[in-house]
């Protein structure tokens, strides 16, 4: 994390100097990052005085919870237990003047020292409310801490029982390549190109020739494929679309492309695209794929199955994924992350499973979940609710906790002003003590914003917080607020 080292002399700089502070931030966040391969950046790798550290470790969900602060490009250190805690009367007269919402609806929140938990801002924050992303936090601790942050999911071709065919088994990656596999990313990381190559030597050894015909088993998940509950508004925009077991771009037409309509036949178009790699590829060794592919729901994905596997690729792990849907926000790809939590708990891979399984992990990290309603477990539902207070201790269980498998989801925080659904926020002068320092998770629905994060204080304090407003004018300037009110807290001494 973040540790502040000489706030005085950052007031005492000349003017113009001190008013480009933020944009030196941004940028030596950018340098930080762009890193050789094997070095990590510390999990909230910028200090109040602008250093940046790259540092070569274990991964954060591997490293101790104090071993979160970066002092000053000293490298990681633990945060001081001696730096000061705000005062709660002190900070809340701070707060109460930004966080008011921009006509109508209300604002609640809280702030908490992750460290010890005590409480030093609250408004209603035990009250239920609709979370929007926010939800997110809760799913991506219950797959940490179900799955683990080093799982993968594969995507296999087994040999079909008919001679010279092939079925194209979905094991959880939606977020499928249509070519050669990208070791060094995310999103792509399996490929179906290399898929095919793979699957074209194995029927070479297996002496298959003449005809190969493709089947797709997509029968890991069980249920409807849509959530009654999500907007068939929504739905239609591309924020979600009926979920299968694989998919290409999770769930996108275009890779570079993450607004706008989504396949509604997700796993059919990343089999369409196995079939085009399988014709080039099986084309030199004399295999001939006949046209189309059919549904063979016969095998089951995720059984130990009785077929041969002639082929596998395995995603990036659960840890990078969860990176990326806090970043992005992906509703598709936390739906199914949700749903292969849920397997991996014993239940069924569906919406009800999703949901109980990420209550249960809840539950288990002694966040109180006597009022929490899930719908979903992307946020996209109207009928989610969740306190702030529930909120800030997902965080706190993620920075402070003793799960460190849920350091994993440290680095997904969108940073204030560089950063995912924070990238274009804490850009003017009444935000800019958050720029660069500011971690945490958006939500935006037509009435709904939240924020839940984290943040080092300018004292070298841990500080947990969450902020939801509910009921509020469709289109006012209500994030604004969010922000101002989330940059005192970088800010503070508030003594």
């Known amino acids: 994390m973040k540790r502040r080292t000489g706030r005085a002399g950052t007031d005492q700089m000349p003017g113009p100097l001190r008013r480009s502070l ?9 340098l930080a990052l762009a890193v050789p391969a094997g070095l990590t950046i510390a999990p909230a790798f910028l200090g109040h005085n602008g250093a940046a550290e790259a540092v070569a470790s274990a991964p954060p969900w591997q490293q101790p919870p104090t071993a979160l602060a970066a002092r000053g490009g000293a490298g990681i250190e633990p945060l001081s237990a001696a730096a000061p805690v705000p005062e709660p009367g002190t900070l809340a007269a701070q707060l109460n003047e930004t966080l008011k919402t921009d006509g109508a609806g209300t604002f609640t929140g809280v702030v908490q020292d992750a460290t010890t938990g005590k409480l030093l801002f609250d408004r209603s924050a035990g009250e239920a409310r609709v979370p929007a992303s926010n939800m997110k936090l809760l799913t991506a601790s219950a797959a940490l801490r179900t799955l683990g942050p080093e799982r993968r999911f594969s995507t296999r071709v087994l040999a079909g029982s008919a001679p010279g065919t092939v079925i194209l088994a979905g094991g959880g990656d939606v977020l499928l390549g249509a070519g050669d596999s990208a070791p060094e990313a995310v999103l792509g990381h399996a490929g179906l190109a290399t898929l095919a190559q793979s699957t074209v030597k194995a029927l070479q050894e297996d002496g298959v020739s003449g005809t190969v015909n493709v089947l797709l088993d997509d029968s890991l998940f069980t249920g409807p494929s849509l959530n009654p509950a999500w907007s ?43 079939w085009a790699q399988l014709s080039a590829a099986g084309a030199p060794a004399g295999l001939t794929v006949a046209p189309g592919v059919v549904r063979a729901p016969t095998i089951t994905a995720g059984s130990a199955g009785e077929a041969k596997v002639l082929a596998e690729v395995r995603s990036a792990t659960v840890g990078q ?11 598709y790809l936390t739906e199914v992350m949700g749903r292969m939590t849920a397997l991996a708990a014993g239940k069924p891979a569906s919406n009800d499973g999703a949901t109980a399984a990420v209550l249960q992990q809840l ?9 929490l309603r899930a719908a979903d477990v992307s946020g996209l539902a109207l009928a ?16 402070s906790g003793t799960d460190t498998r849920l350091r994993a ?10 950063t995912g659904t924070l990238g274009d926020r804490y850009t003017d002068a009444t935000t800019a003590r958050g720029a660069g320092l500011v971690r945490a998770k958006t939500g935006t629905l037509n009435t709904v914003i939240a924020l839940s994060g984290y943040v080092v ?12 407003g509910n009921g509020l004018a469709p289109g006012a300037a209500n994030k604004t607020a969010l922000d101002r009110t989330a940059s005192v807290l970088a800010g503070c001494g508030c003594r």
């Open 363 to 371: 539950g288990e990290l002694d966040v109180d979940t006597a009022t």
């Open 321 to 331: 994924q969860v990176d990326l849907l806090l970043r992005t926000s992906d509703n």
């Open 457 to 468: 204080d300018a004292d070298g304090r841990l500080l947990v917080f969450s902020f939801i």
């Open 384 to 399: 989610n609710r969740v306190s702030a207070r529930q909120l800030a201790g997902v965080v706190r269980a993620i920075t």
């Open 232 to 274: 068939p508004e929504d739905v239609a925009a591309g924020e979600m679309a009926p979920l299968f077991p694989l998919a290409l771009n999770s769930a996108r037409f275009d890779p570079a492309k993450s607004t706008g309509p989504r396949p509604q036949d997700a796993a059919m178009t990343a089999a369409e695209a196995f």
């Open 22 to 30: 933020p944009m030196l931030l941004l940028t030596l966040l950018v």
């Open 409 to 418: 989801a440290l680095a997904g925080f969108p940073v204030a002003g560089l």
